[in-house]
């Protein structure tokens, strides 16, 4: 992860965790802290509970989402026991996409209720609770 900016790094968790300078402003995310922690809080309790690293993206997946959320996985650490929730919100596409080693686990199964459970919530305006949804 060396291109990673300046006081930022990879948690042992694989979370991102940065810093900023005093008197500047950090970075502005797209959602309230609440939804940052519960959707923090999901992913922690579900790598937990799964045995599995839980990793969600939300962005453009291009013409073959299914296949850009396999790209997705490669990027995440230790991606053979991971699992990846990918959302394109405009183009109301959810990925889910999961490592070698998850397989047979119970994922499979599991990822049509995670899937239903974020379309459900997506509808409603939900984004990050559909999220939290899923990953539950």
């Not at 959602?31 to 923090?40: G, Y």
């Not at 991606?79 to 047979?104: F, H, K, M, T, W």
């Amino acid at each position: 992860h060396g291109n990673l900016p300046v006081g930022w790094a990879v948690t042992s968790s694989g979370r991102l965790s940065g810093v900023s300078e005093p008197g500047v402003l950090p970075v502005q995310y797209p959602f309230p802290t609440k939804q940052l922690v519960d959707l923090d809080d999901a992913l922690k309790f579900g790598t937990r509970q799964s045995k599995a690293r839980f990793a969600v993206y939300i962005g453009d997946l291009g013409a073959d989402p299914a296949a850009r959320a396999r790209d997705l996985l490669a990027e995440v650490p230790t991606p053979n026991n991971a699992v990846l929730l990918a959302v394109s919100p405009n183009q109301r596409a959810i990925e889910v996409a999961y490592g070698a080693d998850v397989r047979g686990r119970g994922a499979e199964s599991a990822a049509p209720l995670g899937v239903s459970a974020a379309a459900s919530a997506f509808k409603e305006g939900g984004l990050v609770d559909g999220l939290v949804s899923a990953i539950r």
